[in-house]
Nanobody
């Protein structure tokens, strides 16, 4: 499967954006899907994930919980990241990641995901 992110852009503090991650080549129903981000001169960090077991099994980093929402549409082979109340510290390149039949949930470790998109830039600036 290949992943392609879209939806990034330049927004002001307090604005919202929706990122999309389109998969090609295979249904997403067996994949745990995740979003990571990497800001300027920062390490890649976990943002959100959704288990292949259930659309309702989701987990978030403390920095985005309550503001970001991950979801998926398996029929459209697309995963989404709804971002609200964006702040300058959310500025980063956002990456979609996947792992088929991940045997455990709630991991925030990038190394467990073996399929990555190319990233989409989100810039939050007044």
């Amino acid at each position: 499967v290949q992943l392609v992110e879209s939806g990034g852009g330049l927004v002001q503090p307090g604005d919202a954006l929706r990122l999309s991650c389109a998969a090609s080549g295979r249904s997403l129903s067996s994949y745990t899907m995740a979003w990571f981000r990497q800001g300027p001169q920062k390490d890649r960090e976990f943002v959100a994930a959704n288990s292949w077991r259930s659309r309702d099994r989701v987990w978030y980093s403390d920095s985005v919980a309550g503001r970001f929402t991950i979801s998926r549409d398996n029929a459209k082979e697309t995963t989404f990241l709804e971002m609200k109340n964006l702040q300058p510290e959310d500025t980063a390149t956002y990456y979609c990641a996947a792992r088929i039949l991940l045997p455990y949930d709630y991991s925030q470790n990038a190394s467990v995901f073996n399929i990555w998109g190319q990233g989409t830039q989100v810039t939050v600036s007044p």
